[in-house]
Structures are given as structure tokens and as C-alpha cells.
């Protein structure tokens, strides 16, 4: 059934390179994937980043919640449409 999600650990990226990341791990998702965004800060502002550009078509999980570390699983709704 489904396979263990891939782990995108952003902590070592330079701040500017990180979203672009993010987005690239999230486009390349087929529907109902998912990965495991691994930060140092809440990722909230990437949150609404993707409210606003891919509403109803993403899952966003919390994981863990700080407050060293945030691991959130971020998907692609099966049911999606685009």
C-alpha cells in the first residue's frame, strides 16, 4: 500500500533556498503522496503560502512541535484537482 514518506530536512539550507525546496519536493508529489518537512521554526508563514497558492489541494499534518525541532507532513490530496 502506501510507501514510507521522503524526509526534506531544511534546517542545513540557507534560509532564502528553503521554501524553493519545499515547493519543488511538493510539485514533484504524485496525488495522495505526501513528505516530511523537517525545520527548526514553525513553518506557520509556509503554511499560508500554501493556503494561498494551492487551496484544497494539500494536507498539512504537524509531527512534532518544537521547540528545537518541527516535522510536519505536508501532502497532495488525492482528489485534488489540477
Known amino acids: 500500500m502506501a510507501t514510507e514518506d521522503r524526509e526534506l530536512?531544511?534546517?542545513t539550507e540557507a534560509p532564502a533556498r528553503r521554501h524553493e525546496l519545499?515547493?519543488?519536493t511538493y510539485t514533484a508529489l504524485g496525488a495522495?503522496?505526501?513528505?516530511?518537512?523537517v525545520n527548526d521554526h514553525?513553518?506557520?508563514?509556509?503554511y499560508y503560502?500554501?493556503?494561498a497558492e494551492h487551496?484544497?489541494?494539500?494536507?498539512?499534518?504537524?509531527?512534532?512541535?518544537?521547540?528545537?525541532t518541527w516535522r510536519v507532513r505536508?501532502?497532495?490530496v488525492a482528489n485534488a484537482a489540477g
Do not use: C, H, M, N
Not at 42 to 46: E, G, I, N, R, V
Not at 55 to 68: A, C
Open 9 to 11: 530536512d531544511v534546517r
Open 74 to 76: 505536508i501532502g497532495r
Open 32 to 37: 495522495g503522496e505526501g513528505f516530511v518537512l
Open 55 to 68: 487551496t484544497g489541494e494539500f494536507s498539512w499534518d504537524y509531527l512534532e512541535q518544537g521547540p528545537e
Open 42 to 46: 514553525d513553518p506557520k508563514p509556509l
Open 49 to 51: 503560502q500554501f493556503a
Open 22 to 24: 519545499i515547493f519543488e
